[in-house]
């Protein structure tokens, strides 16, 4: 801060009153903020680990809606493991391709600014909405490879499947923001260069751009991951609070995919006052891990920021 | 598309044909992945159009009174939910005034206390905080963006709600329990806790965009020997308008679809605060759209019932997308005067 330099120490006593009046305002919300965020991280810390056992971590959640009188938060814990890895398999892919084809390709103009609008408007659309079309898109007969199917030809729509599908489209946006930011980078001299060498535009984009772009789609890639993690509207509608309840087919993995769950963030609500789970201790302890596994994820942005750097070559 | 099948790579003649994925031809890669992102844009058609077809029902059996006030909300939905199994016999009545109502007072209650402490906050972090402050305040924030809604949700309940119902008296409980039960699950608590939830992401947005306004600006102000607080005031904090209003837009449409967290800390009872009960208006319940969506989420088997919620979810997904139509059109004018958001 070169501003800071200029001034001497302490001079604001000669500042106009609303001058005064807004630094002094600037202070309280910088104390204010430190406040509340020690509060609220110190809080979950400290109820987290208290109430936190290893038990907990490996046991499964008990069969039934009341958890006070034991179990632990096994399934859910996998559950949202398994439910990042669908979400980001599934919208990586999509959300680099969308912003390859808008940055690199493009035509005709009006198809890709509507793609991007549509982007736009996925990242708006709140995720319980997203959850409710889910449950209605999946539960359709041609889907009924993805979820359960009853007696009566009726389709489930609720399953692992189904969800880290529709969990895809909340970390869709982020992906695709990350990527366009960091194709844009590349300087336009990059991109000639590798045409001058007789490189196909397919090629460039292979060997030169999505290499170059590597940092911000991996930023991007783990931003999603930490806003798949934390959901719960979706989980709660399309997944299940408590157990892993495998579909019934006999195939090992199939099953579970299949099959419905839950993850850290329903189990907490479960177990919340809000819901039947009755065991605020174990809520608090899932909510210190599901606290955990952001802050690896974000660490784990900050550190990529920090560390992976594009090639030399496209600065 | 097949990507083992030769290439239309444009070889020239005599060197070996390669194929994979990195050699195909552009035309292919063009338009497989156009293809992909027309995928998305179809997805996108679709789920509007099936909120939308799902939703409309609702919305013509009652008209734009839909929209109104007039009984007891939750007494409408439970009467839809019990409708006769008969077609015919439906039951739609629903005046979803409370909801809504619900809706923008939680929303706009955030976003108004949010923004203002952001912006205070995010020119404390850029130019008046302490260096070691700093570098652990900017990381802590990016954090705070990114704790899950249940976490809030969970302190809400747990420690805030519990708290804020010792402060209602029981006399003021009394005085009004013939029409609503007050608790510590109210519309305060629910603001006071959006407010925490969507003001780390206004603050993250409004640093970096402070951070970017070019230096000679602010230098320039400073030269001219304008002080800190005003470079800050009149120079950034303008040139910043493009992302600060990108802040809002976002963080509106964060509170506006925040669901599970609304769900446990609002005191879930579709009632419509009235600003004229005075200190009471603090105390009493609400239930946002988003909340009654999750709450309802079991019924929506029932053909009626599951119109009505999709409905809600209808309100839902066009006051979003206004929200960025409207984000959108408050970035155009700035745009022409250089200003990247």
């Known amino acids: 801060m070169s501003i800071r330099a200029t001034e001497a120490r302490g ?72 439910v990042t890895m669908i979400g980001t398999v599934i919208a990586v892919p999509l959300g680099v391709a969308a912003a390859v084809w808008v940055t690199e390709y493009g035509r005709p103009p009006g198809l890709a600014r509507a793609v991007e609008s549509a982007i736009e408007v996925i990242a708006g659309t709140p995720s319980i909405v997203l959850a409710l079309f889910g449950l209605f898109f999946f539960s359709q007969g041609i889907f ?7 007696e009566g030809g009726g389709v489930f729509g609720r399953s692992f499947l189904i969800a880290g599908a529709m969990l895809s489209l909340i970390a869709l946006p982020l992906v695709f923001g ?53 959901d719960t509207a979706i989980i709660v509608i399309l997944l299940g609070l408590l157990r892993f309840d495998g579909a019934g087919a006999g195939v090992p993995v199939l099953d579970t995919l299949r099959g419905t769950g839950s993850t850290l963030t329903s189990y907490t609500y479960a177990n919340s006052p809000a819901g039947e789970g009755g065991a605020e201790a174990k809520a608090w302890a899932a909510a210190f891990v599901l606290l955990v596994l952001v802050v690896a994820l974000n660490w784990l942005v900050d550190w990529i920021g920090r560390r992976w750097k594009a090639p030399a070559w496209t600065r | 598309m097949d990507a083992a099948a030769p290439a239309a790579s444009p070889a020239a003649p005599g060197r ?8 195909w031809s552009d035309r292919r890669a063009e338009l ?4 992909l992102a027309c995928l998305l844009l179809l997805l996108i058609g679709l789920m509007l159009a099936t909120v939308f077809a799902k939703g409309w029902p609702s919305f013509r059996e ?9 009984g007891d909300v939750d007494q409408q939905l439970l009467d839809i939910f019990n ?25 706009f209650g955030a976003v108004a206390v949010g923004l203002t402490f952001a912006l205070f906050a995010a020119i404390f972090i850029v130019e008046f905080a302490p260096d070691r402050l700093r570098r652990v305040l900017e990381p802590v924030v990016r954090l705070l963006a990114a704790v899950p809604s249940v976490i809030y949700g969970l302190i809400g309940i747990l420690v805030l709600a519990p708290f804020v119902d010792g402060l209602v008296s029981t006399e003021r409980k009394e005085s009004v329990a013939f029409v609503v039960q007050l608790s510590g699950a109210n519309i305060s608590v629910a603001t006071l806790i959006l407010t925490v939830m969507i003001t780390p992401i206004m603050i993250a947005i409004i640093v970096d965009a402070l951070r970017a306004v070019p230096r000679a600006w602010t230098e320039g102000a400073a030269a001219l020997g304008v002080n800190r607080w005003r470079v800050m005031w009149t120079i950034s904090v303008r040139a910043a308008r493009p992302a600060i209003v990108a802040a809002v837009v976002l963080a509106t449409a964060r509170a506006l679809g925040e669901a599970i967290m609304l769900s446990m800390v609002s005191g879930s009872r579709g009632f419509a605060p009235n600003p004229l009960d005075g200190l009471t208006f603090f105390f009493e319940p609400v239930r946002p759209l988003a909340a009654t969506i999750v709450d309802n989420a079991e019924g929506l088997q029932v053909a009626p019932f599951g119109q009505t919620i999709y409905a809600f979810a209808c309100v839902l997904l066009v006051s979003s997308i206004f929200l960025s139509v409207g984000g959108w059109l408050a970035k155009q004018p ?4 250089g200003i990247r958001p």
């Open chain 1, 11 to 82: 001079s604001s006593e000669a500042w106009p009153l609303a001058d005064r009046i807004g630094l002094r305002l600037a202070w309280a919300a910088g104390i204010l903020l430190c406040a509340v965020v020690a509060a609220i991280v110190l809080y979950v810390l400290v109820r987290g680990l208290a109430e936190l056992r290893p038990s907990l971590l490996f046991e499964r959640p008990l069969d039934t809606p009341d958890q006070s009188h034991g179990g632990g938060f096994l399934d859910p814990l996998a559950g949202t493991v398994l």
């Open chain 1, 144 to 150: 009924g490879f993805l979820s359960f199917t009853s």
């Open chain 1, 178 to 230: 990350a990527t366009r930011e960091a194709l844009n980078a590349v300087p336009a001299h990059v991109r000639e260069a590798s045409y001058a060498l007789g490189k196909t535009r397919a090629a460039t984009i292979r060997r030169i751009l999505l290499p170059a772009s590597r940092p911000g789609i991996a930023t991007g890639t783990a931003l999603g991951m930490g806003r798949i993690a934390g």
């Open chain 2, 16 to 23: 070996p044909r390669i194929t994979g994925i990195g050699d």
């Open chain 2, 32 to 35: 497989v992945l156009g293809a």
């Open chain 2, 62 to 70: 009652n008209g734009l009174a839909w929209f109104g006030s007039g």
């Open chain 2, 83 to 107: 409708s006769p199994a008969n077609p015919d016999a439906y039951v739609y009545h629903l005046r979803a005034w409370p909801l809504i109502y619900g809706t923008a007072l939680t929303t």
């Open chain 2, 334 to 337: 700035l745009r022409r005067y």
